[in-house]
């Protein structure tokens, strides 16, 4: 199978300030020599996850401005230029390129 | 918009069986891959199983094949999972996924719960 592995995985941060996680997977993500099924995805307390991210660095529709994506080969980057109170969760990175698809253990980010 | 809404969670004895509904609304992705995925308490999240449009692609992880079998009626628009030799380590938050493409879900349902202890 393959691993995904993200750090840090405990990450507090000011409000206001960037923050970035990382996420680096045991094989390569590209799938038929055209696309990389990585994502990320946000599990706030209490909800169920969602998607943020897909394709390495396409965001999704209502997503804000401030996450993006980015990385190539086994290593993915998911930065907040910003954050929020609201972004408070635990994130994800995940790979749809070999089965069984996976995640990462996830990154609980925290206010200080 | 689609939603997912998961139903038939509850809690059973180890070796016991199970069956779980997901119902979906939103007919634009009715005959689309859908899939389980779970989280035990207190832990990341897992891939189970998915099945397409034509109930002829499926596939299951290796901690539940030979013991979970999804299906699907698309008539009804509902996907099911078919839990058999329930472990104690199957305890989790079952979700029901789906998208335009099932490698990357975009669609959630809220999660059924399953615990299973004696």
């Known amino acids: 199978d393959v691993v995904m592995t993200q750090s840090p995985l405990s990450l507090p941060v000011t409000l206001g300030q960037p923050a970035s996680i990382f996420c680096r997977s045991s094989q390569g993500l590209v799938y038929r020599g055209e696309y990389v099924f990585l994502s990320w995805f946000q599990q706030r307390p209490g909800q169920s996850p969602r998607r943020l991210i897909y394709e390495v660095s396409n965001r999704d529709s209502g997503v804000p401005d401030r996450f993006s994506g980015s990385g190539s080969g086994t290593d993915f980057t998911l930065k907040i230029s910003r954050v929020e109170a609201e972004d408070v969760g635990v994130y994800y990175c995940m790979q749809g390129t070999h089965w069984p698809w996976t995640f990462g253990p996830g990154t609980k980010v925290e206010i200080k | 918009q689609v939603q997912l809404v998961e139903s038939g969670g509850g809690l059973v004895h180890p070796g016991g069986s199970l069956t779980l509904s997901c119902e979906a609304s939103?007919?634009?992705?009715?005959?689309?891959?859908k899939a389980w995925i779970r989280q035990a308490p207190g832990k990341g999240l897992e891939w189970l199983s998915y099945?397409?449009?034509?109930?002829?692609?499926?596939n299951y992880a290796d901690s539940v094949r030979g013991r979970f079998t999804i299906s699907r009626d698309n008539a009804k628009n509902s996907l099911y999972l078919h839990m058999n030799s329930l472990r104690v380590e199957d305890t989790a938050v079952y979700y029901c996924?789906?998208?335009?493409?099932?490698?990357?879900?975009?669609?959630w349902g809220q999660g059924t719960p399953v615990t299973v202890s004696s």
């Open positions: 099945i397409d449009g034509t109930s002829r692609d499926i």
């Open positions: 939103g007919s634009t992705l009715r005959d689309t891959y």
């Open positions: 996924v789906t998208g335009a493409q099932i490698r990357i879900p975009d669609y």
